[in-house]
């Protein structure tokens, strides 16, 4: 079973930049296409961004698209996304995932991002 550990998060300023991680315990974290989620509070988890499992293929929300850019290492069993010219709506909990809800893994504790105004 892969565990999924998030980190990256912080307060920042509108405008600013974030590099979140997320590392996968586990040999199989490179079958699979994974992505990043976000939930802000009183919403519902939404997509945020996604990686093919070789990290040839990239898709992004409407509200990440020119803003965030999804990498992944699967020699190292990391993931990343680098957030910048973030926004106040950016601020939620940030999850890492694999893309396909059929083959989802434990969800982390993810990691907080705040963007102050």
């Known amino acids: 079973q892969v565990q999924l550990v998030e980190s990256g998060g912080g307060l920042v300023q509108a405008g600013g930049s974030l590099r979140l991680s997320c590392a996968a315990s586990g040999r199989t974290f490179s079958l699979y296409g994974m992505g990043w989620f976000r939930q802000a509070p009183g919403k519902e988890r939404e997509f945020v961004a996604g990686?093919?499992?070789?990290?040839?293929?990239?898709h992004y929300a409407d509200s990440a698209k020119g803003r965030f850019t999804i990498s992944r290492d699967n020699a190292r069993n990391t993931m990343y996304l680098q957030m910048n010219m973030l926004k106040p709506d950016d601020t939620a909990v940030y999850y890492c995932n694999t893309n396909e809800q059929a083959l989802r893994f434990p969800w982390g504790q993810g990691t907080q991002v705040t963007v102050s105004s």
């Open positions: 990686i093919s499992w070789s990290g040839g293929i990239k």
